[in-house]
């Protein structure tokens, strides 16, 4: 059973596409992230949510826009693709702030 | 100065070496620190958190001191398996983890 899914897990697209990436714990966690992994492998912080709060927003452009529709879930959509949004992106979640993050399998986004 | 500094590698080892990394934080304040692994294409797992006191298991150990703000992680007889990619994290004390760029080693036959 896995704990943290997301979809798709592939996403190849042209620039200027509005895309969504879905995000679902089965762990019963408070806390939910976006992260961002460039090609340099530097994982960045996007977003974190507790109990469906959005909590830090890492200076984001506000094309990227997350929704927490309950603790379960946390979803990102992105407006107006850029080629810089190139990436792979990992939802993770864990039992509270400064816990142990459990991450999904990543998004991996190309954009055209 | 970046919050969590690690030296990229990579490391290439053979096996059955014995291997350290450092990570050093920025922030005093930090309460909690984790060693995570990547595999190559996945998503980072847990590999260890890092306590005051240090911690063991199995073939690691990780150590942390507050005092010169490193946290270090030691593989011992050093497997094939264990390739891959080691990220320190450091929790902040809210909800802002904030993760090393990662040390990638290779262990050879």
């Given amino acids: ?112 | 100065r970046k919050e969590v500094e690690q030296d990229p590698g990579p490391f290439n080892v053979p096996e059955g070496a014995t291997v350290a990394f450092n990570c050093t934080y920025s922030n005093s304040a930090s309460q909690s620190f984790f060693w995570y692994r990547q595999d190559c294409r996945k998503e980072p797992k847990l590999l260890m958190s890092v306590y005051s006191s240090g911690n063991e298991d199995g073939r690691f150990t990780a150590q942390l001191n507050r005092a010169s703000q490193y946290i270090s992680l030691l593989i011992r007889d050093s497997k094939l398996s264990d390739s891959a990619t080691y990220l320190c994290a450091q929790g902040t004390g809210g909800f802002k983890t904030i993760f090393g760029a990662g040390t990638r080693l290779f262990v050879k036959a």
């Fill in chain 1, 1 to 112: 059973d896995t704990a943290v899914s997301q979809t798709p897990k592939y996403l190849v697209t042209q620039m200027g596409n509005d895309k969504s990436i879905k995000c679902e714990q089965n762990l019963g966690h408070d806390t939910m992230y976006w992260y961002k992994q460039d090609s340099k492998k530097f994982l960045k912080i996007m977003f974190s949510y507790n109990n469906k709060e959005l909590i830090i927003n890492e200076t984001v452009p506000n094309r990227f826009s997350p929704k927490s529709p309950d603790k379960a879930h946390l979803n990102l959509h992105i407006n107006s693709l850029e080629l810089g949004d190139s990436a792979v992106y990992f939802c993770a979640s864990s039992r509270g702030g400064g816990e142990t993050q459990y991450f999904g399998p990543g998004t991996r986004l190309l954009v055209l």
